[in-house]
Structure formats: structure tokens, C-alpha cells
């Protein structure tokens, strides 16, 4: 057989972290990078004699979740006990579901390799609390349990074994992200952990229907640990099955520097957790008109608004993706659109040099500092001719780095264009002068030394001078001579 026979098959388990302001059993706060053990209380601490009371926002959030990605949502609901023990988890059992989820049977759209539509199902969403965190002391040797986070709200979405390759699987993270945020349920931040995923692996070959054993690696965080771990492990396990071996069924850890997974342990089966309901929560029952209410308020789906760039707005294929892919920068280029009534350029702004330099800061879209406002204005400024496109540019480096008015940043810099005819005369006989041999070439029917004397004009006025004015002037003054 050769790698060719061979399909790669991938499942994914992702947890979101919601972002309710209070924990899912108690009332301490959800906000993250707090001195450890002060969002805590006798519930999240597992002390003898507590009572969880379910949060009713952690279930209008899922059930949010559940109906934007096509899911069926359960009016009949429960939680259940899972009994494992971990010195993060001080009852020695998670409160989440198992076999009444309040949401199934969803899906969600991703483009293949070739641009079409392609469905993956979600098999199930279900509500669970997060366990505490354990912060390993290198000097002081052992660890420190910090119960921060024992308790926030998770949602758990396990999709169908749909998946075919690291592309696939990235491009369905990144859709699943993206509709977390624009339903505002989660903020998503993978570096905070409040996005993370259990990766499925296996491999098979394409004649067979059955599907192979697979690998499991927990709580990966980031799209780029998460292919190349993807990719690393289909190799692996396609080596392993051409050399005649077989794949066990383990947990794996991915190491990021070696780019290579390692085993960790034997992976262990729903029945070793000995799930059972839980018996201090009553059962969730949800009306019809509970659920119709959240359907009703849920907000425009990035699908929705891509299909309405490329229909209304006439964007290409590539930036409408770019642009709903993030919230943010959807509102963003809705909002400043509204106010510089140039949508056109608010787009490529945004695509160009926006995209560039959140990718050189590696920096979420969310974390942008200016404002809409900010760049319709800076927008508008261009259109009025108050300022060149490349001093818009470092306009826009400077709301990068310290947001405030665009005017206020040309006046700090001394950056607005020059449109002054007499300057703008000035530069131009002073380029002439110290050019002769352009002017030779020019009227020799050279156009290109036209735009080589602009462009020493824009150098001297440090790109300020009016390239219209320039062009129009030189032309004027060597013709005449
Ligand atoms: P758990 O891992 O908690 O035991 P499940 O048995 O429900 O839970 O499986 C979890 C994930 O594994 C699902 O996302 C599913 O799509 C995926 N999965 C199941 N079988 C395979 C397989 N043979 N190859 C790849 N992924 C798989
Ligand atoms: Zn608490
Ligand atoms: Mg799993």
C-alpha cells in the first residue's frame, strides 16, 4: 500500500469557556488572571455541605450555541456526575452531562479544499464546570492549586468523525470561533485557554468504510500547534500501519519544539468515570417559548453576513472571508463605513494594512486599539485630500500605537499634504533644476522619467507634497519650456 490508499479522519471536542460574569454553581466571578484563590467560595471550593444552584445564563448561552450551529436543543435536560480524581478538582467529580445534552444532532458549514460547502455535524453541546488550575513550583518544588477556575462555565461541542485533513479541521475551528463571538457567548481567547479543543485522530484506508483507532491529544490552544500535530500524527500513524503495526487507543501530548506527539497514557472509557445524575440539581426543563425567544434575539451569523458582502456590498470571495471572520473587524468595517461613506476603502484598509500589522503584532482583531471613528476619519482625510495615502499609512501606525484623533496626529507630525501652489512650485522647479537629464528625457518621449521627478519631489517634501498637483505641474513647466 502506499500513503495514497490511505484517508486521514479527524474529531474534535471543544470546550469554550462562557463568558457569564458568575460561575455556573455559585456566584464568584468569571474574570480571568486574578491573584490566585480569590474569586473562590465554599461551592467552588468543594467544601462538605455546599449545594450547587445552576446558573440559568450558562444554559441560555449554550442553548445559543446549540441554535446557531443547527442543533437540536433538548427541553428534557439533566446534569450528571463524572467521578474522576485530580488535585485541581477538589470534589473529585466534574458536574457535567452525559446522556441528556442540552443540545444535539447540530452542524456547521466549511469550505473543502476545493471551495465547496461542506457540513459537519456537531454530535452534541452540553453545559460543564471547569476545574482549577495547578501551577507547578519549580523552585520551590511541587505544585500550588489555584481554584480560580473551578467552576466557570464550559460548553463542550463534539463534532462527527467529518473531518478529512489539518485544513479542514483549522478551517472548522475557525468557524466555530467566529460564531461564539458574533453570538457572544464566549470571548475565545486561546491564549487565556477559553478556546480550546481535543484533537481526534486516525487514519484509514480509503476502501475501507470502518473507521481506524484513534489518538487523542487534550487541550490544544493554538490553529498552528493544532495542524502541524494533526499532520505529524497522520504520518505517524500511517508509518506505524505500513510497517505492520497497530495503533493503541491513547491519550498523546504534543510537544511544540520537537514537533512530535508522545504518549501519556491509556485512554480510559465513559464507564470508567461512572457517570450518574446528578442528585443535588433539579432536571432542566425548557420551554418551547424559552428556546423560540433565543432564536428569535440571535444575532446576524458571519454566514449571513458574508453572503450580504458578496451580494450587496460585492466584495471578492477572499476579503468578505477575511472581514467576517473576526467580529471586530466586521463591526469595524460596518461602523466606519457608516461614517466616511466609503465602504470600499474602509475594505481595503482593512484587508491591506490593518491585516499586515495585526499579523505583525500577532494580535487579535479584538485587541485593536483605535476605533471605527478613528478610521473613517483617517479615511476621510485621504478622500479630502488633506493627507497622501502613505502618510495615511503611518497615521495608521500611530493608532496602533497611541489611538486619538487622526487631525490631531497630522498636526502633532506636521504630516498634512501639501497643496499649495506656490510650495508646490517651489519643489518642482528645484527638482528641475537638479535634473536636467530627466527634462532631456522626458521631452525625448520618456514617460518614465515623469514619474522619476514625482518621485523625487515626494522625497524632498517627505511625501507630503500633492502627487496630482506634481504630476500636472511638471508637465506643465517642461512643456512650456
Ligand atoms: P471521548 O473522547 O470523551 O471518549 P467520544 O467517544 O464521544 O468521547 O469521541 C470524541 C471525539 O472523537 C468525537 O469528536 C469524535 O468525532 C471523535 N472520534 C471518534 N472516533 C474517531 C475516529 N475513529 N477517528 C477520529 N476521531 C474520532
Ligand atoms: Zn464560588
Ligand atoms: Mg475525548
Redesign the pocket.
Given at each position: 500500500m502506499s500513503r495514497e490508499d490511505y484517508e486521514a479522519?479527524?474529531?474534535?471536542?471543544v470546550h469554550a469557556e462562557l463568558s457569564t460574569k458568575t460561575k455556573i454553581f455559585c456566584s464568584c466571578p468569571t474574570s480571568f488572571g486574578a491573584e490566585p484563590n480569590t474569586h473562590i467560595c465554599p461551592i467552588c471550593m468543594a467544601m462538605p455541605g455546599t449545594l450547587p444552584v445552576l446558573n440559568e445564563k450558562v444554559v441560555e448561552y449554550a442553548v445559543k450555541a446549540g441554535l446557531a450551529t443547527n442543533c437540536e436543543i433538548s427541553e428534557d435536560s439533566k446534569n450528571d456526575r463524572k467521578n474522576y480524581y485530580y488535585p485541581d478538582l477538589p470534589k473529585s467529580y466534574q458536574i457535567s452531562q452525559f446522556d441528556k445534552p442540552l443540545c444535539k444532532h447540530g452542524y456547521i458549514e466549511i469550505e473543502d479544499e476545493n471551495g465547496n460547502k461542506k457540513k459537519i455535524r456537531l454530535?452534541r453541546i452540553h453545559i460543564e464546570e471547569d476545574a482549577g488550575k495547578l501551577n507547578h513550583d519549580d523552585l520551590g518544588g511541587g505544585s500550588l492549586v489555584d481554584l480560580n477556575r473551578a467552576g466557570v462555565p464550559l460548553i463542550e461541542m463534539?463534532?462527527?468523525?467529518?473531518l478529512r485533513s489539518a485544513d479542514e479541521a483549522d478551517r472548522y475551528l475557525r468557524k466555530l470561533k467566529s460564531i461564539l463571538e458574533y453570538i457572544e457567548v464566549s470571548d475565545c481567547k486561546m491564549e487565556e485557554g477559553s478556546f480550546r479543543a481535543?484533537v481526534?485522530?486516525?487514519v484509514k484506508k480509503k476502501i475501507d468504510a470502518k473507521?481506524?483507532?484513534?489518538t487523542?491529544m487534550k487541550n490544544m490552544s493554538s490553529f498552528r500547534s493544532i495542524s502541524r500535530a494533526i499532520e505529524y500524527e497522520i504520518e505517524r500513524q500511517i508509518d506505524v500501519l505500513e510497517n505492520g503495526g497497530t495503533i493503541e487507543q491513547e491519550t498523546l501530548r504534543w510537544d511544540d519544539v520537537s514537533g512530535k506527539t508522545f504518549s501519556m497514557r491509556n485512554?480510559e472509557?465513559?464507564n470508567d468515570y461512572r457517570y450518574f445524575p446528578e442528585p443535588d440539581l433539579v432536571a432542566i426543563k425548557l420551554s418551547k417559548e424559552y428556546i423560540e425567544n433565543i432564536r428569535k434575539n440571535l444575532p446576524e451569523l458571519p454566514e449571513s453576513r458574508y453572503e450580504r458582502y458578496l451580494n450587496e456590498y460585492k466584495l471578492s470571495k477572499k476579503d468578505a472571508g477575511i472581514i467576517v471572520s473576526s467580529k471586530y473587524l466586521s463591526n469595524l468595517f460596518e461602523e466606519a463605513s457608516e461614517i466616511c461613506n466609503n465602504r470600499k476603502a474602509v475594505g481595503n484598509w482593512i484587508i491591506s494594512d490593518i491585516s499586515r500589522i495585526l499579523n505583525e503584532k500577532e494580535m487579535e482583531p479584538n485587541n485593536i486599539p483605535f476605533t471605527a471613528e478613528h478610521l473613517a476619519h483617517l479615511i476621510m482625510l485621504i478622500d479630502k485630500g488633506t493627507i497622501s495615502s502613505s502618510i495615511a499609512k503611518k497615521v495608521l501606525e500611530e493608532l496602533f500605537e497611541s489611538p486619538r484623533e487622526p487631525e490631531k496626529i497630522i498636526e502633532e507630525k506636521g504630516w498634512a499634504q501639501i497643496s499649495d501652489e506656490g510650495a508646490i512650485k517651489e519643489i518642482v522647479l528645484e527638482v528641475l533644476k537638479n535634473n536636467p537629464q530627466s527634462i532631456a528625457d522626458y521631452k525625448a518621449g520618456k514617460d518614465r522619467a515623469l514619474g522619476f521627478l514625482v518621485g523625487q519631489a515626494m522625497k524632498m517634501s517627505k511625501g507630503k507634497a500633492n502627487p496630482q498637483m506634481l504630476n500636472k505641474m511638471f508637465i506643465e513647466n517642461m512643456n512650456n519650456e
Open positions: 479522519v479527524i474529531g474534535l471536542e454530535l463534539v463534532s462527527e468523525p467529518d481535543d481526534n485522530v486516525s473507521l481506524g483507532t484513534r487523542e485512554k472509557d465513559a
